[in-house]
């Protein structure tokens, strides 16, 4: 369900306006002043619908050199110098 309100039909409704987009009763509200749209109110996404968003977010944008081995086991005998940036 969707509702097209004017500035000032939403400011006399505003909280029970949010209160059914956040019930999920509604799932648009546009605000218009002079018959131009101001502001579009949605509910956030669902914590599921964020999480699923998380997932490959950074597909394509990682770059392993030739010759890394990202299976290769790893020492930590030796001591990191973070401050020169080598081992």
């Known amino acids: 369900m969707e509702e097209t309100l004017s500035v000032t039909d939403f400011k006399a409704r505003c909280l029970d306006l ?5 019930q999920r ?8 002043r002079h018959g131009e ?4 109110i949605t509910p956030p996404p669902s914590p599921a619908d ?6 490959g977010f950074l597909k394509d944008r990682t770059v ?5 081995d990202l299976t290769a086991p790893t ?3 030796d001591e990191f110098n973070a ?3 080598t081992v």
Do not use: C
Request: aromatic share 0%.
């Open 37 to 40: 749209v101001v502001a579009v």
């Open 64 to 68: 392993v050199p030739d010759g890394v």
């Open 75 to 77: 020492s930590s005998e």
């Open 25 to 32: 009763k509604l799932e648009r509200v546009t605000v218009t």
């Open 50 to 55: 964020s999480i699923l968003a998380l997932h």
């Open 18 to 22: 949010l209160k059914r987009i956040g």
């Open 83 to 85: 401050s020169r940036g």
